[in-house]
C-alpha cells in the first residue's frame, strides 16, 4: 500500500532545467560493524536499479556490543571479497566496447563490465580505523578506474534513504517521464537506532536541521539494556546476536497480527501507573515530574537513560515477577520509549517553519519495531494530524548498509560535488549546516566538478 503511494507521489516530473542522465556507482560502507558494499544505477528518468547489494556484520556476540577492533578486522577480512563479487553484477557490456569498461573474471570467463562512473564511500561520522578501510579502498578504486570519488556523510544518506527506496519502486513504473524525488524536500526523520536518536527536518540536499537529539544514550541501546532485565532467563538464552530489543518486542507480542490494546495518552505528563496495566510500578516521561514547562523546555532532547534505570529498580524490587507481569512491563518500557519520540514529533509538527512537512520518515533498527508505527500513527491521528504521511523504509535499507551510501553519492555528484583523494575520515561531522563544523559541505576536502 505504500509503496503504490511512493509511486504515484514519484510521477510528478522536474522541472526541465535539472540536467539527467544514466549514473552507475559503487559504493562502499565501513563506518561501524557492518561491512556493504553496493552497486546502484539510476536511470534517466529518475528510477534506480540495485544490481549488487551485500553486507557482512562483524561477531558482537562475544563482547555483548559493537567493539573497535573486532569490527574493524572483521572489514579488513570481508571488503576485498565482497567488492570482488560486487563487480561480476555490474552491467554486462558488448565485447567490441573497450571504453568505459573493466575486464572482470567470472564463472562464465573474463568479460567486459560496465565501468562505474564514481566510486561512493562513508567518510563520515563513525570509528576512525572503520572509516579508514573503507575510504582507502575506495580511493585506491578511483585512482585505478581514472574516476571521481565521493566521500559521503553516513548520517546524510540515512535521511535520503526513502529516496532511495522510492527510486527502487520506480523502477517497475515504465516511465520517460522524470520523475521527480519522493519525498520531497522538506521531510522529518525520525532515525531510531542502536546509535542515534534523532529528529531531523531535511530542508535539502546538504541541509538537514537537528529538531531534537539524543542526550545520553540511543533508544536502541536502552530498549535492548531494558530488554536484558526484563525478558526470562531462558528467553534471553535463545539470542543469536545483541538486538535485544527484537527479542523484546517479540515476547511482549507473541501474535503474529498483535491487538497492541493501546490508548494514546491524553497528557505525557502522568506516568504510565496502575491504571494502566495493574501493577504496583509506574514509568513516566523524563523531565516531567517538575511540570509542564520543564518537560516543553526541553523538547529538542532524547533522554533515556532514566528509562534503563527506573526498570532495573523495578525488577529488582519485584525479584518474582512471573512472566505475565515481565510481558506488561515489557509493553509499558516500549510505550513510554516511543511516546518520547512521539512526543518531539508533535513538538516539532507545531513550530512554524515545520508546518509545510508532511512526510515523517522513521528509519532504523528500531523502526522495524511494530508497535512503534503503531504508536506514532495513533498518537499523530490523536492530535490531529491524521494527514502526515508516516514512511518506515525497507529494514535492510534502514540499518548501515551501502545502498544508501551510493544513492547519496549519486545525489551530490549530480549537484557537482566531488571529493578530493587526499580527503581525511571524519570521526565526528555533522549534517546541521547549523552546527559548528559547518555541517556536510563544511568540511574539508569537498571539490566542485569541472
Ligand atoms: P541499528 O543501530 O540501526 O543497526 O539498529 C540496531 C538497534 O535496533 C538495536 O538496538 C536493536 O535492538 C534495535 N532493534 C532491532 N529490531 C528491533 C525491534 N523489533 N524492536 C526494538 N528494537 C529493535
Ligand atoms: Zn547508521
Not at 416 to 439: C, H, Q, Y
Amino acid at each position: 500500500m505504500r509503496s503504490q503511494c511512493l509511486i504515484r507521489r514519484f510521477r510528478i516530473p522536474l522541472p526541465r532545467c535539472v540536467q539527467r542522465r544514466t549514473l552507475l556507482t559503487l559504493a562502499i560502507e565501513t563506518s561501524c560493524d557492518d561491512t556493504s558494499v553496493a552497486i546502484l544505477e539510476k536511470h534517466k528518468n529518475n528510477s534506480a536499479t540495485l544490481h549488487f547489494h551485500e553486507t557482512i556484520t562483524s561477531d558482537n556476540l562475544k563482547y555483548g556490543g559493537v567493539h573497535p577492533i573486532e569490527a574493524l578486522s572483521s572489514h579488513q577480512k570481508s571488503l576485498a571479497g565482497l567488492i570482488n563479487q560486487a563487480l561480476r553484477s555490474l552491467p554486462k557490456r558488448e565485447t567490441t566496447e573497450v571504453h568505459g569498461s573493466i575486464l572482470v573474471k567470472g564463472t562464465d570467463g573474463t568479460q567486459p563490465r560496465q565501468k562505474p562512473d564514481f566510486v561512493t564511500v562513508t567518510r563520515g561520522p563513525g570509528m576512525r580505523s572503520s572509516l579508514y578501510t573503507g575510504l582507502n579502498t575506495a580511493k585506491g578504486l578511483a585512482v585505478a578506474w581514472q574516476v571521481p570519488l565521493l566521500g559521503v556523510n553516513h548520517m546524510q544518506a540515512h535521511a535520503l534513504t526513502p529516496r532511495l527506496v522510492a527510486a527502487l519502486d520506480a523502477k517497475a513504473v515504465e516511465s520517460t517521464t522524470p520523475l521527480e524525488h519522493d519525498p520531497a524536500f522538506p521531510f522529518l526523520t525520525l532515525l531510531v537506532s542502536g546509535g542515534h536518536t534523532m529528529l531531523v527536518n531535511s530542508r535539502s540536499l546538504c541541509d538537514h536541521e537537528i529538531l531534537a537529539n539524543m542526550t545520553d544514550m540511543a533508544v536502541g541501546d536502552a530498549i535492548d539494556k531494558c530488554a536484558r532485565d526484563i525478558l526470562p532467563p531462558a528467553y534471553l538464552e535463545t539470542a543469536t546476536d545483541v538486538m535485544y530489543g527484537r527479542l523484546l518486542e517479540a515476547f511482549a507480542f507473541p501474535d503474529k497480527t498483535p491487538n497492541f490494546g493501546y490508548t494514546p495518552p491524553s497528557s505525557f505528563l502522568k506516568p504510565r501507573g496502575n491504571a494502566d496495566h495493574g501493577y504496583g510500578w509506574e514509568i513516566g516521561q523524563p523531565f516531567t515530574s517538575q511540570g509542564a514547562e520543564t518537560w516543553r523546555n526541553n523538547a529538542a532532547l532524547f533522554t533515556y537513560s532514566g528509562l534503563g534505570s527506573t526498570v532495573r529498580r523495578i525488577k529488582e524490587q519485584n525479584l518474582g515477577m512471573d512472566d505475565e507481569e515481565r510481558r506488561a512491563l515489557a509493553k509499558v518500557t516500549m510505550a513510554v520509549a516511543f511516546e518520547q519520540l512521539a512526543s518531539r514529533v508533535l513538538f516539532a509538527l507545531e513550530r512554524s517553519d515545520v508546518t509545510k512537512v508532511d512526510t515523517l520518515v522513521v528509519s532504523g533498527g528500531v523502526a522495524s519495531n511494530q508497535f512503534l508505527k503503531h504508536i506514532l500513527r495513533t498518537v499523530l491521528d490523536s492530535r490531529g494530524y491524521e494527514k502526515i504521511r508516516v514512511v518506515f523504509p525497507p529494514i535492510k535499507f534502514c540499518t548501515d548498509n551501502a545502498a544508501m551510501i551510493a544513492w547519496t553519492g549519486i545525489e551530490m555528484f549530480e549537484a557537482g560535488w566531488r571529493t578530493s583523494l587526499e580527503a581525511m575520515a571524519v570521526r565526528k561531522w555533522a549534517i546541521d549546516p547549523r552546527a559548528e563544523d559547518g555541517g556536510i559541505l563544511g568540511v574539508e576536502g569537498w571539490e566542485r566538478a569541472e
